[in-house]
Nanobody, 127 residues
Framework: EVQLVESGGGLVQAGGSLRLSCAAS????????VGWFRQAPGKEREGVSCFKSRGRTTYYADSVKGRFTISSDNAKNTVYLQMDSLKPEDTAVYYC????????????????????WGKGTLVTVSP
């Protein structure tokens, strides 16, 4: 059974940094695409950053390019999202997600979602 558990959210001032972690179990990264999504109050879910371990392809939403970095530690089965230069508009619940055998481009999965989800962690950026 695939399980994804996010951590690392919290309150930070604009311009600050946070690192989110997603502890994964029940699958091997090589067979999956993994990503971070977010949903702000009253807004639709947005794919923030995703990657496929096989092929090492990554995707970033335009709104976070140059500020966020996705990475993984396969030995720990953990995916990270380093968020720098945070803005109030980054405030949202951040979710980790995964999809098995991703045969499409990574942008597809970051735009359309994945099929296994964590419960989310709240990030609040104050002005």
């Amino acid at each position: 059974e695939v399980q994804l558990v996010e951590s690392g959210g919290g309150l930070v001032q604009a311009g600050g940094s946070l690192r989110l972690s997603c502890a994964a179990s029940g699958f091997a990264f090589d067979d999956y695409a993994v990503g971070w999504f977010r949903q702000a109050p009253g807004k639709e879910r947005e794919g923030v950053s995703c990657f496929k371990s096989r092929g090492r392809t990554t995707y970033y939403a335009d709104s976070v390019k140059g500020r966020f970095t996705i990475s993984s530690d396969n030995a720990k089965n953990t995916v990270y999202l380093q968020m720098d230069s945070l803005k109030p508009e980054d405030t949202a619940v951040y979710y980790c997600a995964a999809v098995r055998f991703p045969y499409r481009a990574i942008s597809y999965y970051c735009s359309n979602g994945m099929n296994s989800w964590g419960k989310g962690t709240l990030v609040t950026v104050s002005p």
